[in-house]
T-cell receptor
């Protein structure tokens, strides 16, 4: 079964600085997607960014970008110019094509604090 | 507006009193799923459904029931709640089955904070 690991339970960053959140996953599939979700204190789950396994180019959405290393099964999230509103829990998620109904697998999350 | 509507947002109940958390989506998604979120454990899947009348167990199904009689609705039923079911619950939906479905993210409801005393 696929697993997703986030080894940093908590991180902090100074406002305007850059922070990188780590995510590794384990799979034998070649076709899959990876996602980062943000959960602010409002507890809403907000999609931040997604990456297709077949695309070598790293996805970017404004201040958010990923470093996707397929061979290493690593999918880190970089937040540039951190803002107070970036403070949240961040979840890494994997979606495979072939693991049927349980095809979204989440990591345990990283809580990010942004210091003014 | 495309959304997943989940109710109630907060629920306090006592052990053994049956309850239902409702979930409805307006995106015509085939796939719907329930998760519970507990500190340090991330989101764990309770049940999922790939279409009407098709449901299956996730990782933590004990003590829960679901039904999918209509495509848009996927209620979560706790027949006899216990304190270990105190948690934050999310309903979510996504495309399923088509060739492009794999790129579709999960769309989440706003969560239900359940407390069982």
């Amino acid at each position: 079964a696929q697993t997703v690991t986030q080894s940093q339970p908590e991180m902090s960053v100074q406002e305007a600085e850059t922070v990188t959140l780590s995510c590794t996953y384990d799979t034998s599939e070649s076709d899959y997607y990876l996602f980062w979700y943000k959960q602010p204190p409002s507890r809403q789950m907000i999609l931040v960014i997604r990456q297709e396994a077949y695309k070598q180019q790293n996805a970017t959405e404004n201040r958010f970008s990923v470093n996707f290393q397929k061979a290493a099964k690593s999918f880190s999230l970089k937040i540039s110019d951190s803002q107070l509103g970036d403070a949240a829990m961040y979840f890494c998620a994997y979606r495979g094509r072939y693991n049927y109904g349980q095809n979204f697998v989440f990591g345990p999350g990283t809580r990010l604090s942004v210091l003014p | 507006e495309a959304q997943v509507t989940q109710n109630p947002r907060y629920l306090i109940t006592v052990t053994g009193k049956k309850l239902t958390v409702t979930c409805s989506q307006n995106m015509n998604h085939e796939y719907m799923s329930w998760y519970r979120q507990d500190p340090g454990l991330g989101l764990r899947q309770i049940y999922y459904s790939m279409n009407v009348e098709v449901t299956d167990k996730g990782d933590v199904p004990e003590g829960y029931k679901v039904s999918r009689k209509e495509k848009r609705n996927f209620p979560l039923i706790l027949e006899s709640p216990s304190p270990n079911q105190t948690s934050l619950y999310f309903c979510a939906s996504s495309l399923w089955g088509s060739s492009g479905a794999i790129s579709s993210p999960l769309h989440f409801g706003n969560g239900t904070r359940l407390t069982v005393t």
